[in-house]
């Protein structure tokens, strides 16, 4: 029981931590909280692809400079198992705020509209929640792949992933998997790199709604990039 002089003098001094991380929890379980949720964890995601891309790249300076790359990462287990840790909640994070978000809109309408009279939707806004489980499906199968060298289309070699990437890609069903799954890392992109802009604030509303050059800039590069490897391997420009 408090006396009341502690009354008067308000509540306890560790009333009001407890009081804010209550508050700050309840904060990222709103709408807006679960969406700036996924606009940050799709940034760290798309800086990974960025590098990615930027590494997968040097397949076309030759086996040395692609083999001294991967040779380096292993040499510094401490940077990848962060890298890996900080990817992998990050993907944790994006799906499971997506999927709250999926569900709070299900309940809001349970019943769905007999009409949809679509203004400024887009196919890759419509296809986000596809693209995005096509995608779920296409990492695992590239870290069995060319990771951990379960998937054997051809032998794999942990010491030369020069070799392992222009086998794999050789195989018609690889190249062709691999080409699919970069147009929903393109489709996923065009609309996640906007949708983040928005959520963090950065992109203000537009008159042209469809206007988008930033994402359209970034998903391009990111599925040419991607697409040219295996395309590349495949058509025999790279042995």
Do not use: C
Request: proline letters at 5%; zero cysteines; charged letters at 15%.
């Amino acid at each position: 029981m408090r006396t009341l002089d502690e009354l008067a003098e308000g509540p306890p001094h560790d009333a009001a931590p407890a009081a804010d991380a209550s508050v700050s929890q309840r904060r990222w379980r709103t709408t807006v909280g679960l969406k700036v949720l996924m606009a940050v964890t799709g940034v760290v995601l798309v800086t990974f692809l960025v590098l990615h891309l930027l590494g997968n790249l040097l397949v076309y300076q030759g086996p040395t400079a692609l083999n001294s790359y991967s040779a380096f990462l292993v040499r510094e287990p401490l940077l990848l198992w962060v890298a890996r840790a900080v990817l992998l909640l990050s993907a944790v994070l994006h799906v499971g705020a997506a999927v709250l978000l999926w569900a709070r809109d299900r309940r809001a309408r349970p019943v769905r509209y007999r009409r949809v009279a679509r203004r400024s939707a887009t196919v890759a806004s419509r296809t986000m929640r596809l693209t995005g489980l096509g995608l779920g499906g296409f990492i695992v199968f590239h870290i069995l792949h060319l990771t951990a060298g379960i998937i054997e289309p051809v032998p794999f070699n942990e010491h030369d992933v020069y070799r392992n990437v222009v086998g794999g890609f050789s195989v018609g069903w690889v190249a062709a998997a691999y080409l699919g799954a970069m147009g929903l890392v393109g489709l996923h992109v065009w609309h996640g790199a906007w949708a983040s802009l928005r959520s963090l604030g950065v992109s203000r509303p537009s008159p042209q709604p469809k206007r988008r050059p930033v994402a359209w800039l970034l998903a391009l590069l990111l599925w040419g990039g991607f697409t040219s490897i295996p395309l590349a391997v495949w058509l025999g420009w790279v042995r």
